[in-house]
């Protein structure tokens, strides 16, 4: 495998940068190539592979960041015993259903066998629950959530397949017999380690159909066993390896250090202008930045994007989750339990999930613990100083752990992932009562820019094998294309091809004949109807 600083040297050379260039290209002076893959994760790297597989191997992928690999990111933390440090996951840290022996394997799960990527079996059975007197068993309450979790999932499905409304995924489970009260701060950490810990929102926050629907796509499918990576190459070693399987060392067509400023696109072609001054101009491109990149308006289009796609884009969520790392000079913690689950008196998502690397299988003697938070409590920790956090979540450790005396961390460290330019947050979610097609709006290509990344796929969002079939998909349809494949409506190659399905227009299900005063609706003379 090739090494990542030589890669680094080869950075931003489509066109020498030179300082204080003004932004502008002149025309025709652009780099010229067949596809652009717009970000290096594992969307645009599988894209990438695709397209090569497909013998297209005129493109260019360019990277923001000086490595490869995107969310799937690791930095060094604490030290073990000879000094040398850990290496530890800031984003993506678990390979989510496997597969079964004989069935569909997850793609990553293949990657991490074939390049031998160090896991471990996560057992979120394995999990010790804590209130702020130290250990209390409401274990019972774990069981009560998961009874009533698929009876809402069974409804779910039963909504999906007959076309009836979504709902939140709070209601659902309430209706099928789990309403935790505002109080009760037990059942309250039981419903946050049951849903925010997987989808980063809450269960009000998240539609039912598409929360259960997504959970069951990636445990029923392939399998319901989640690997727990522990690799001190690092979880983007598979991204690497599968880059290295169509990329040689130093190759020309990737482009790192390189930060897309502007997209210009049309039914003709796409032009992509680079900070550093260069530019590309591709027959077409696929944009893998995430939802939170495309929120934050990171990037300029121009035209500007539809108003279909831009609702699209502000209609789905860009959760925060973020993992804060301890290291301490010894394991105070009952180190043969994987998760230890908190539940704070005052505030549900309090520094509420602890996970032990010190734990047998893990990173045995490294001492280190993380906890996890999400959204609200992410935002905050990443407003507030390192000090500061820091302080509350070790108060927290000496309310579960009582009759320990717990020093000081040796090591702490988290990222701030709503502050990442090249990321804007942490992974995708679907909002409650949204819909197939508000989705289809956000996979769509607008001329001859096509969107891939974990966010664009409607089963697997949220997840790296998500990623890893959407840039499989747009890669195989733009070969696809380019060869004229899509000509003929029966191949058999592809069951579908050809640019994506959009709608100008998102109906909802009451007429307007409906608001009545009879129906309890007493001002519709207010609502002026003539627009124009
Ligand atoms: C904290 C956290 C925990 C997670 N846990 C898991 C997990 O356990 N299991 C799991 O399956 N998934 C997990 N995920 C989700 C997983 O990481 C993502 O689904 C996946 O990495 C997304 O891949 P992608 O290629 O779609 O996007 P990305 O990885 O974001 O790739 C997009 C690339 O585009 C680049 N880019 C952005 N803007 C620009 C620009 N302007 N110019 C040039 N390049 C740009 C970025 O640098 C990046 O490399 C987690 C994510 C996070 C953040
Ligand atoms: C890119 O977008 C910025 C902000 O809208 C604009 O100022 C700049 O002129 C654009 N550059 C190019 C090359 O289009
Ligand atoms: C590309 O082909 C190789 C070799 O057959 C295969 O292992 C790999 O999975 C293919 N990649 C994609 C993204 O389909
Ligand atoms: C999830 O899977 C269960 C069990 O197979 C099924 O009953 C349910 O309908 C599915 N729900 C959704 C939303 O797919
Ligand atoms: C919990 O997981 C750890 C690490 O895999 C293991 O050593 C321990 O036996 C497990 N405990 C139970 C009760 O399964
Ligand atoms: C860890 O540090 C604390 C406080 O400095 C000390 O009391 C304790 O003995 C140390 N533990 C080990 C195993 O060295
Ligand atoms: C497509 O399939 C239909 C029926 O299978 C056949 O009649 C038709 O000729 C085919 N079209 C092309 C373009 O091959």
């Not at 652009?30 to 592979?49: N, R, S, Y």
């Not at 360019?62 to 690791?74: F, P, Q, S, V």
């Not at 979790?149 to 009836?164: H, V």
């Not at 579908?496 to 001002?523: I, M, Q, V």
């Amino acid at each position: 495998m090739w090494h990542l600083s030589a890669l680094a040297a080869i950075a931003g050379c489509i066109v020498q940068p030179v300082a204080g260039a003004p932004q502008k290209s002149q025309e025709g002076t652009c780099k010229k190539t067949k596809v652009a893959i717009l970000g290096g994760g594992v969307a645009g790297i599988t894209a990438a592979q695709t397209l090569s597989n497909a013998s297209v191997h005129d493109f260019a992928i360019l990277e923001y960041r000086d490595t490869i690999g995107g969310r799937a990111w690791h930095k060094p933390f604490g030290k073990d015993k000879d000094g040398k440090p850990y290496i530890i996951e800031m984003g993506a840290n678990w390979v989510q259903g496997l597969g079964n022996p004989g069935g569909p394997q997850n793609p990553i799960w293949v990657m991490a066998q074939e390049y031998g990527l160090k896991t471990h079996y996560s057992n979120y059975d394995n999990v010790s629950t804590y209130n702020q007197h130290g250990y209390s068993d409401y274990s019972d309450l774990l069981d009560a959530y998961e009874e009533a979790y698929s009876i809402a999932s069974q409804r779910a499905g039963e909504i999906l397949t007959q076309n009836l409304q979504d709902q939140t995924a709070k209601s659902g489970l309430a209706l099928a017999g789990w309403n935790p009260k505002p109080h009760d701060m037990e059942a309250q950490a039981v419903d946050w380690w049951s849903w925010d810990f997987e989808d980063a929102y809450s269960p009000l926050e998240s539609s039912l159909v598409f929360g259960c629907a997504g959970d069951n796509l990636t445990s029923n499918y392939f399998s319901d066993h989640d690997n727990f990576v522990l690799d001190q190459r690092g979880f983007n070693h598979i991204v690497k390896k599968q880059a290295s399987s169509f990329l040689r060392e130093n190759d020309p067509r990737l482009h790192l250090n390189t930060e897309v400023t502007n997209i210009t696109y049309s039914d003709n072609g796409v032009t992509v202008y680079n900070k550093d001054g260069s530019c590309v101009e591709a027959d077409y491109a696929i944009c893998t930045f995430s939802l939170g990149v495309l929120q934050n308006d990171a990037v300029q289009f121009s035209p500007e994007l539809p108003v279909w796609k831009q609702e699209a884009i502000q209609k789905f969520t860009m959760g925060t989750y973020t993992k804060i790392f301890f290291q301490f000079n010894e394991t105070f913690w009952p180190e043969d339990t994987q998760y230890h689950l908190y539940a704070d008196p005052v505030q549900r998502g309090w520094y509420p999930i602890w996970q032990s690397l010190s734990t047998p299988g893990f990173l045995p003697d490294s001492n280190i613990i993380f906890v996890t938070v999400t959204n609200e409590f992410a935002y905050r920790a990443e407003r507030q100083s390192d000090e500061q956090t820091k302080k509350e979540a070790m108060e927290v450790l000496r309310k579960m752990f009582p009759e320990k005396d717990i020093p000081e961390p040796t090591a702490f460290m988290y990222p701030r992932w709503t502050s990442e330019p090249w990321s804007y947050g942490s992974y995708s979610n679907w909002p409650p009562s949204t819909s197939l097609e508000m989705h289809q709006n956000l996979r769509a290509n607008t001329g001859r820019l096509w969107f891939a990344g974990e966010a664009t796929s409607p089963t697997f969002f949220g997840f790296l094998h998500g990623a890893y079939f959407e840039g499989q998909d747009a890669g195989r349809q733009i070969a696809a294309i380019m060869h004229h494949h899509c000509v003929n409506a029966n191949s058999t190659k592809l069951r579908e091809c050809g640019p994506r399905k959009h709608y100008e227009t998102l109906h909802g299900t009451s007429p307007y004949s409906d608001y009545t005063t009879l129906n309890g609706w007493a001002f519709s003379s207010f609502i002026d109807t003539n627009t124009d």
